[in-house]
């Protein structure tokens, strides 16, 4: 718990998830946030509906990227994308992660099939 409130994290607060991708877990967060952790056996394959990137910052991002007309170069798009994100207001990603446990209980619910047409909405 220290290493959370050193990271300026609320520990209360905070649930934990990583892919184990490489390149995305250093030793002092690792270590340090382990007991926290739902490993990669437990948490369900294939899972989009429960994570907020996939469930709302990607069809965010691409609705703010693609407004109005198309980007016409590649750097065009670049800057789009880095605007988009620079743009994205912190209390729109609070309450995408509000959602999480509502989704958890829908995922029971539904044991286990797909539960976006029940939160459809950016």
């Not at 998830?17 to 270590?31: A, L, P, R, S, T």
């Not at 693609?66 to 789009?80: A, D, F």
């Amino acid at each position: 718990m220290s290493c959370m409130i050193k990271e300026g994290l609320n520990p209360k607060f905070q649930m934990i998830m990583i892919d184990y991708g490489e390149g995305q877990v250093n030793d002092y967060k690792y270590g340090c946030f382990y007991q926290r952790f739902i490993d990669k056996d437990s948490w369900p394959g294939y899972s989009p509906d429960l994570n907020p990137c996939d469930y709302r910052l990607w069809a965010w991002m691409k609705q703010r990227v693609y407004e109005g007309s198309m980007p016409n170069t590649l750097e065009e798009l670049r800057r789009r994308i880095l605007q988009a994100w620079d743009d994205l207001p912190t209390d729109l990603i609070q309450e995408w992660l509000r959602e999480f446990p509502a989704r958890l209980k829908k995922t029971i619910d539904n044991k286990g099939v797909q539960i976006q047409q029940y939160f459809n909405k950016i």
